[in-house]
């Protein structure tokens, strides 16, 4: 052990004697290299250094869990420290699983008490106690089932229910609240919010959906956003996905085909689009003359003839034939011949009977308009035209055909120019944030490499240390070394071999005795006169 300690000593006398046959400029070097080597260790240990060794245990917890959870930590001697006003609660990280698994075990944190309500009994407990606890408990278990979803980070769930009554006339309707806290403030969908009010509807005895009320935590109504029919809202939202679908193909076609010819960033494509989604179909009926002639449905044809013998008849009493001024009637028989014919045709004219389906989702291309924005300085290397009303003739002639717009079609009332709009303007170039001014230190600092570069940095500055303390020594053992040969080249007196064994009082006395001999040898009388002083002095 003494060993080491002399060996400290010595290395701190080495160090010392090289520190002061070191210049002023090699003191200033080797100073700023140790400030240097300093700085660059800083840098590095603040660049590695780790994270808050604690992490979060639970968040967004309730005032009664936050509390219950905290007892339970004081008991364990678990380090603990609060934020978000005390909603949230972080452990060491060594810990957190351990610590998360022994208060599930104690059912803790609890949440909305639920069910588990009735493990516990107190005698003389009443119907009516019964009956609230049930709704405690009820209100409880729902609000625990719509926190599991997703977006839903707390909820609370209020129930009415009445009691029962003789007279369904007078029996009331049951009800419910919900208040809803979502995750990072986001929206629930209509499908959401459904959801949630048929889980609250079927959970309780007699309740409708339409008597269930969900708010948000910003207070807004969330539940009279909700459409009457729901599959009405399934239809609609498969119409305007059809129509956003067949907008953004046309809007790519026509894109992709400005960007080749203007370049990327240069033109901007809106393409609005009208379905038809109404399922109907359409007959036409049409009439038409033959050319070469009536066309003969049916043709009828009836001949008859015949002969008829008639015999003469007496003559018959009476006025008529026994009155002389009358003419006598021929009363003799004969024979008649007679033909009959009769012909029915029936003509027709060409029919022709159309019937037209269409298909849901057809492009009603009378309303279906393009909007184009072309940036003024693109086109300045575009072989497109020569003044402005060509490019936009040219621009429009292809938006056509993308979009598969045609003019003078028989059942369409197309115009290209109502149709597609093609402006050309200059695009807004937002103007880049001057950069704040950054010290050499700040931007090494933001360097990937820079703990590598001062690491290096600190070896090559040991390393030159080293090399300069040497370099140093082996300067001062020469220095010495040729002291010594100067030495031993002059003529060495015995006087200086003793003067240099003598002890400090020892010289003084010495050099008193060479003045006192020098005084005598100079001046003999005053000398005398001293050496009476002395004497008298002395016998005093």
């Given at each position: ?55 979060v245990l639970y968040t967004g917890l309730d005032d009664k869990d936050a509390s219950a959870v905290v007892d339970k930590l004081d008991e364990m001697k678990i380090k603990y420290k609060l934020e978000d006003n ?121 309740l409708k959906p339409e008597n269930v009320v969900i708010v948000d935590q910003n207070g807004n109504l969330v539940s009279d956003d909700l459409p009457l029919d729901g599959k009405n809202t399934d239809v609609v ?65 009836k001949k008859d003839s015949g002969t008829t013998t008639s015999v003469a008849q007496p003559g018959i009493p009476g006025t008529d034939t026994n009155i002389p001024q009358y003419q006598e009637v021929d009363t ?209």
């Amino acid at each position: 052990m003494e060993s080491f300690v002399d060996k400290i000593k010595q290395w701190g006398e080495t160090a010392k004697n090289t520190w002061s046959n070191l210049s002023l400029n090699q003191k200033v070097l080797f100073g700023g290299i140790v400030l240097l080597i300093l700085v660059a260790i800083v840098i590095i240990t603040s660049s590695v250094t780790t994270e808050n060794p604690y992490q979060v245990l639970y968040t967004g917890l309730d005032d009664k869990d936050a509390s219950a959870v905290v007892d339970k930590l004081d008991e364990m001697k678990i380090k603990y420290k609060l934020e978000d006003n005390g909603t949230t609660i972080a452990v060491p990280a060594d810990v957190k699983d351990s610590t998360r698994l022994k208060l599930a075990a104690e059912n803790i944190p609890r949440g909305e008490s639920g069910f588990e309500l009735f493990e516990q009994s107190s005698f003389g407990e009443t119907q009516t106690d019964k009956k609230v606890k049930y709704q405690a408990a009820l209100q409880g278990e729902l609000a625990r089932s719509i926190q599991s979803l997703d977006k839903v980070k707390a909820a609370k769930v209020n129930l009415a229910l009445p009691e029962e009554t003789l007279f369904s006339d007078n029996q009331l309707e049951t009800k419910a609240s919900v208040v809803i806290n979502t995750k990072d403030d986001q929206k629930l969908t209509a499908t959401e919010v459904q959801a949630i009010t048929n889980l609250v509807a079927n959970s309780v005895k007699d309740l409708k959906p339409e008597n269930v009320v969900i708010v948000d935590q910003n207070g807004n109504l969330v539940s009279d956003d909700l459409p009457l029919d729901g599959k009405n809202t399934d239809v609609v939202k498969m119409q305007l996905a059809m129509k956003r679908a067949f907008e953004k193909e046309k809007e790519e076609a026509i894109q992709t085909m400005l960007d080749k010819v203007l370049g990327k960033d240069n033109s901007v494509v809106r393409v609005n689009a009208e379905l038809d989604f109404n399922d109907r179909e359409q007959m036409d009926e049409r009439f038409t003359h033959d050319p070469e002639g009536p066309f003969v449905v049916s043709e009828h044809i009836k001949k008859d003839s015949g002969t008829t013998t008639s015999v003469a008849q007496p003559g018959i009493p009476g006025t008529d034939t026994n009155i002389p001024q009358y003419q006598e009637v021929d009363t003799q028989g004969g024979t008649s011949t007679w033909d009959k014919s009769e012909k029915t045709v029936n003509y027709d004219i060409n029919r022709t009977e159309t019937i037209t389906r269409f298909a849901l989702g057809d492009v009603q291309y009378d309303y279906l308009t393009a909007s184009v924005f072309i940036n003024r300085a693109g086109t300045e290397n575009a072989n497109i035209g020569d003044s402005e009303e060509e490019k936009i003739e040219k621009i429009r002639s292809i938006v056509a055909t993308a979009c598969g717009l045609r003019e003078n079609r028989g059942d369409e009332n197309v115009r290209l120019e109502e149709n597609i709009s093609v402006a050309f303007i200059d695009f807004y170039t937002k103007p880049e944030p001057e950069a704040a001014p950054q010290g050499f230190w700040q931007k090494f600092a933001a360097t990937p490499y820079a703990p590598w570069i001062l690491a290096f940095m600190a070896v090559l500055l040991i390393v030159l240390v080293w090399l300069l303390i040497t370099r140093g020594a082996k300067r001062t053992r020469e220095r010495e070394l040729d002291e010594f040969e100067t030495i031993v080249d002059e003529t060495i007196d015995i006087e200086d071999i003793i003067d240099h064994e003598l002890t400090p009082e020892e010289k003084e006395r010495q050099k008193i005795r060479e003045e006192v001999e020098r005084l005598i040898d100079e001046n003999p009388e005053n000398a005398s006169q001293v050496v009476k002083v002395w004497l008298l002095e002395d016998t005093r």
